[in-house]
Each structure stands twice: as structure tokens, then as C-alpha cells.
């Protein structure tokens, strides 16, 4: 797939500059463009791209009923409402929503789910290590780990340190031994190529609600 | 199962009296015992269990032989000859053979072949770490997991550090993000529980020859 | 130094039995004994270590005065009165009084305060892991650990997993780089040995409150 | 200090732009640029940041000869002939020369000082770990550290791991412990730093050859 028209919400931001950067070497075409500071409509995108803040999202949920094209939400810190609102939306065009777009850490949330095959009574430990200046704790990716073990009140450990992109790692322990696993993040072009492959995933579908999970799931098969 | 009576060779080494506690633990009754020093027969073992050496190998087929029971080997080091004699004997009696018997191990195995479901162009390193006497460089357990790597020529690192008990990790590194997967032992304890859970498994079998994955695949079901 | 007579309160604890194991090594011998079970007294100690509870401290501070000899004191969780009623004891007898008689710990404490030589905007996170069965959190070494950091309020992370013996990490933080130190405890023995270096240490002295800084100080000069 | 005019070899590498952005911060002009493309010459430089490669050597010699000012080397991969030939031009113009300009790694040489003094049977293992596209195995780095290490013959590993920026660990293992000290660098922007601290440590300085810890020793005094 290639010259496709896409719109991205967030343009200026850290994220979206590193969509613009991997949806150009797939020679994708940004035709609408919303920021803090502009708005510029060039042509109809064929998908949208959200990387603002959920401050914006009202002009996402127009913006995507008015074009009627497939949306990705890579905004973090939604409210249960506008996730609700994404699922009505969703019921006419295809979306995607997820916190992570990493594919490292889809990974390790299927790992989670097949160590659980083997081990019931072990304990288990998250911690996550952010830079100083993330404001939230924990992680919204360390409570999607948290959500994907099968028991209840798993403590999370958040350490906040310089500037570290992004640490999470689940620890199993029995009696004699431990068994962790862990995701490090380097730099943020791995998110923009998670929204890449939702992308390519979205403009094949017709309307519904998927996570990354999905996308990665149909790439495993 | 209780009152099961069983035998043990290399009863005097450390793995051998961890046996001896878990086994007993059980109410599983120690009737046939063979060590560097003295050979003790109580009374007719219905499993063999063999955490001796090497050279030890002929007594141990011999026995199995004599005793027509299970058998599990928990030898390190055997040679290829030694291995195929031991297939040959699982013709007529049930054996279980591998170089690590901790459960962390084999669910580190499993997550592996997980993660090639996903990536396929991500670096592999392999690491292990390990007490300053252990003479044989990389570790068995690392080649099992080399093994286990659907690529040719994976690097292993070893370290060798005081009396570290024996830590692996495998890493997946893309651009961007990297996966690993540790796993630590903390004590023979967990070896020997293995060696136990395999026993409960032998038990129920006729004949074949059965490695610890095995034992691990029927617990998940 | 050989054939010195030691007395042990807490003689039955795993602690314990492992003072015994190091001590007899270099030929000290056991003359006084004081466990939960029972008490034994076969001579007169010329040194003390209490390996019990707070619970047993009177009978520490009361054995120490009756035999009138250099006191090692393990026990962790004293009260600060009995850490003042230890002081005290300290003007007529030497006394080590340490919640972590590990050289690595010691050193990582001296590590620490040089790290601090250089930096001092640095974000600081501590963590430590334990076995499962490890009531007090934060762990006391973590706490000397953060008492060591020339800074208010350095946030400690406490994981708890299987039978973990006790890890340790400190970490320096700047935009751009972490520095980290980790310590790792495998066995009981390495706390006989610090043990066993105070025992030496103290026998030379006439009295005086010491901690286990001021013997590792004493080696390495 | 500031508008101090410098000059740039390397002017448009990775490391390059990093150097013009931190200097930039601190309002020192470019005045004079080199890079495999062209050569800017605006002014005068009172200081001269060699970013380029080993086979640009002979021009950074000339060009410091011509303008008679500090240099600074951050070129890695130099020949003992060119570390040579910086020692004689040291004897009329200040140098710094140094493989790793972070902090952060100084810290760990001082470090590994500082717990040779309290152990020395303790192993030693170094390992690194470098993106995939970097050709020297072990890093410029790990030898350095190997050379603060007072034992002959330590091991080092070195993992090559998809883009991580650099990490390096040193560990010490006694029979029941282990100490490890790792470093792990996020961002240039930590080695542009800590060339502008050698610049401004250099422009005090008459000549003479210096490494980067004479400069992070001049700050913790």
C-alpha cells in the first residue's frame, strides 16, 4: 500500500513527529494536519492518526465522522467516557485505541498469559522505570500488565529516573527461582511503526473496535 | 501416589540429598541407594532416579535393566553413545532425561518460541552467569536454549562470578525496543522438585523416552 | 587468633547454625549457648554474639555484663532504647552492633557517598528484593542504604519474590545516563564471615560502640 | 565563560550536532567547521572539538598548530602513532583526550578503585552491550575499564543488541555476594556535555595532555 492520504492530529508533538517521519518512507501523504498552533486541510485523508491529548478529543470524534475514515488513538490518559464515545464511533468505521504501540511490549503481554499456564502460586512483581518527568504513577503501560495477570492487588513498582525512555518489567518468583521479563524502550520510532502497522491493518477493515493486540495477533498468523 | 519406594544413585551429592528431602517429603520410601562409598539395597525400588556421574553410566542402564522400572537421569554431561543407549532401554521401560529439571526453564523455552511467533529480524543474545567452579563454558542449560532459537550462530555470553547459583537470560533486541527473558536460580530445591513432578509423571507411563518439556506440556493441560 | 571460647545466643537460628560452621572453621569453640530450646554453658566466652531476637535483648545486655566481654550484635529491629542501652554497655565492653554484616553492603555504602562526590542533581531510586516470607518493608538495609544518601526523601521500592535471599540497587539518574550499583547476597555464610572479621576486630579493642563500617574501614587500610 | 569563538571537525556527525546544540545553549560561536562535505571558515576559533575520525587525523593536528588553541579529542579508534603525536603537540597547546565523555562512566572508574580496596579475590566479569551496526567488539569503553581493573586477564562480553545506545557493567564476585556497577547512556547529549566541561577545564590551561577524569577531578574538588 503506498500514496495513501493520511491526517494527523498532534503533528507538532514528539509522537507525531515521528509518524510524519515513518509514514513518509512508506510515501504516505499528510494532507490534514491539526495543532496547537494550525490547522491545514490539503486533500481528504483515507485514515487519521490521533497523537494529541484527550483535551482534543472532540475535534478527533468530528473530524472522523466528517471524513468517515478509519481512526487511530494513540492519546493516552482517555476517560472512560471518550472511550466510550470511541466505541460508539467505532460501530460505523473502523478504530484502533491502545497506550503502547510497541511491539515488545504486545510481546510480553502474550508471554504473561502463557507463563500463567505453568504457575499459579507464584509471586509476581511489576515495576517500571520512566524519566523524571513523566507525571503519572504508574504507567498506563504498567497497569495494561497489571490487567493481563490473572490475580488480584499485584504491587507495581515505579521508579522515576533521568531520562529513561521507558522500563517495564513482570517478575514470576517460586521457591528457588525467578523468572522475569523485561521491555526497554529506545527511542520513539518504535511507537510510530506500531502505528504504522495499525495503519495498514485499519485500511483493510470496514468499521469496529480493535486494540494493538489485534493487529498484532493477525500479523502472528 | 505415597508409599512408593524408590531408588537413587549419586545419593551422596547435593542434588542427591535434596532428592532424598523432597522425595521424602512425599512419603516416597528410599529402598535402593548407590554412591562412591557403598551400594544399600533395602528393599525393590518401583523408580530409579540417577543424580551420579557419567562414569556411572553402565550401572544405571544395568540397574534399570535389573529393576525394570522408570528411570529418570539427571546426569550432566553424557555422551552421545550414552544418550543412545538410553533411547534404546526407553524401549522397554519408561525414561526421562534432561540437563535442568527447574520448571523456570522449561517456561523460558516456551516464551521463546512465543516471541519467534512475532520477530524475526531481531538480534539474539543468550547470557549466563554462573559460580567460578563450573568448568564447562557456555552451560548446558544455554545450549538448551540456543537450541531453542530458530536461528544460526546465537552468541553466548558466560560469566563466571563467586558462587552464583545459575542465571539465564535471552534477549531480543530490534530497533528501538529490546525483550528479555530471565530466569534465576536460587537453590537445588527447585531442581529436585522437578525430578519429583517427573517421577509422578513416569509413573503413569509404559515406555519412551520423555524429557522434562514433556513432563512440563502434560501439567499445563 | 585460634582456640578462642565464644558464646552464642540464638544458637539454633539459621543465622546461627552458620556463625557456628564459620567459627569452627578457625577453631573458636562454642563454650556458651542460648537458643529458644534451651541453655548450655560448658566455659567462660571471651566474646558474645547474639544472633536472637529483640525479644532476648535483656538477656544480651545481662550475659555481656556477667562475662564481661566484647559483644557482636546481629539482632535486627532493636528499639532505639535498647540501640541507647547498647551505648551505654559500650563505655565498659567493645561492641559491633550492624543490621547487615555483608562486605559487598559495606562497600556499596562507601560507593555511595563517592558517587555524591560528583554529582548532586541526580534523581536517586532505591529498590530491594526479598523472599516472600520477609515481613518488614522496607527492608533495614535498604534503610541504611537511603540514611547513606545526602538527600530528603529517596523513594524505596520493595519487591517481594519466592525465596530470594536479599538484592539491593541504587540508582543515579542525570538526563542522558544511570548509574547503578546492585548487590546480590546468594548465602547466610558471607554474614558469618562480617561476623567473624568482628569477632577478630573486636578482640583487640578495650571497648567503644562500633558498627561494621569501622571494621571494614580497619581492613582496608 | 561566554562567547567564546569555537572551531568543529565532524561538524555534521551524530556527535557533531550534539556539540553545536549544548555550545549553542551556552553561547560559544561556531567560527570555523569541517566535515566530509566542506569547510566555514568565519573566524578565529579559541578552542578547537575534534568529533571526526581517525583518518582526519592529520588535519586536526595542522589546524590546531595553526590556530594555536586547546583541543579537544573525542575521535575514537586512534593509533598509538596519533596518541603519540598528541602528547608532542600537548607540550605547546592544552589537550583533552578521552573514548567516553560522560560523567557517568568516570563515576564507575572511580568506583572500581575504590572497591579494589577492600576486595581482591573476588572475580571480575565486564560485559557491554552496543547496537547492532557498531564494528569494535569490546568497546573503546570496556577497555578502559578493563585497564582500571588491577587483574590480569578479565573477560569481557559483548551483546549486540538492536539500537541500544551503551551499556556497560562491571561485576565483583565473592562466595555468597556479588557487587555490580553498570552504567547505561540514553542520549549523545551526555557526551556533548561533557566536552563542553573539558572545554571549559581547557581554556584555564596553558598545555599539557589531559584525560577526561583530570577533568572530573578538577569538579569534585
Redesign the interface.
Known amino acids: 500500500m503506498k500514496n495513501i492520504n493520511y491526517g494527523l492530529l498532534g503533528s507538532t508533538g514528539k509522537l507525531g513527529k515521528e509518524v510524519q517521519q515513518v509514514f513518509g518512507e512508506h510515501q504516505f501523504n499528510l494532507v490534514y494536519e491539526l495543532s496547537l498552533e494550525s490547522e491545514t486541510e490539503k486533500g481528504i485523508p483515507q485514515i487519521l492518526i490521533d497523537c494529541s491529548l484527550p483535551e482534543n478529543f472532540e475535534n478527533t470524534l468530528s473530524l472522523a465522522k466528517r471524513f468517515h475514515c478509519p481512526l487511530i488513538v494513540a492519546t493516552t490518559g482517555l476517560s472512560a467516557a471518550q472511550l466510550e464515545a470511541l466505541k460508539t464511533l467505532a460501530e460505523t468505521v473502523p478504530v484502533v485505541q491502545s497506550y503502547n504501540y ?3 511490549i ?3 503481554l ?2 504473561i498469559s ?2 500463567q ?3 499459579d502460586d ?2 509476581i ?1 511489576i ?1 517500571e ?1 520512566h524519566h ?1 518527568f513523566k507525571k503519572d504513577k504508574p504507567s498506563g503501560t504498567a497497569i495494561m500488565i497489571r490487567n493481563a495477570v490473572e490475580k488480584s492487588e499485584v ?1 507495581i ?9 521507558g522500563e517495564h518489567t513482570i ?20 511507537f510510530a ?1 506500531g502505528i504504522f502497522r495499525s495503519a495498514l491493518f485499519l485500511l483493510k477493515k470496514e468499521k469496529g473496535f480493535y486494540t494493538f493486540t489485534d493487529v ?1 495477533n493477525e ?2 498468523h
Not at 157 to 165: A, I
Open positions: 510497541s511491539l515488545g504486545q510481546i510480553l502474550k508471554l502463557e507463563v499456564k505453568y504457575v507464584w509471586d512483581e515495576s522505570t523524571r504491587n513498582s515505579s521508579l522515576r529516573l533521568g531520562n529513561v525512555f517478575s514470576f518468583g517460586g521457591l528457588g527461582e525467578v523468572l522475569s521479563i523485561s521491555h526497554s524502550a529506545s527511542s520513539r520510532r518504535t511503526e498484532i500479523i502472528s
